[in-house]
């Protein structure tokens, strides 16, 4: 069982990035997937789910508008589309994959977002 990150970087504020998370050894549409973040210094905190089937999604209040996140289940992959980042989006993102009482969490992707 693996989560991948991938698409993180280096981009001006109001630049857009898409995050990518790619899951193998389980089905993703039967997970709820989760985007976390971390700045450093700061606790992980949640940003972006999307629930069991897709059909249902949450975002942290800061992020509402601005992000959207989305699942490929033929690809077995969830994306989150961040615009509009501003410098308080820099952080680790990860991903996250839970369905009790199994939980998978993916190595992280740097995004920086500079003034």
């Known amino acids: 069982v693996q989560l991948v990150e991938s698409g993180g970087g280096l981009v001006q504020t109001g630049g857009s990035l898409q995050l990518s998370c790619a899951a193998s050894?389980?089905?993703?549409?039967?997970?709820?997937m989760s985007w976390y973040r971390q700045a450093q210094g700061n606790e992980r905190e949640l940003v972006a789910v999307?629930?069991?089937?897709?059909?249902?999604?949450n975002y942290e209040d800061s992020v509402q508008v601005r992000f959207t996140v989305y699942s490929d289940d033929a690809k077995n992959m969830v994306y989150l589309q961040m615009n509009s980042l501003k410098v308080e989006d820099s952080a680790v993102y990860y991903c996250?994959?839970?369905?009790?009482?199994?939980?998978?969490w993916g190595q992280g992707t740097q995004v920086t977002v500079s003034s």
């Open positions: 996250k994959g839970r369905v009790t009482p199994n939980e998978y």
């Open positions: 050894g389980f089905t993703l549409r039967a997970y709820d």
């Open positions: 999307i629930r069991i089937g897709g059909g249902i999604k």
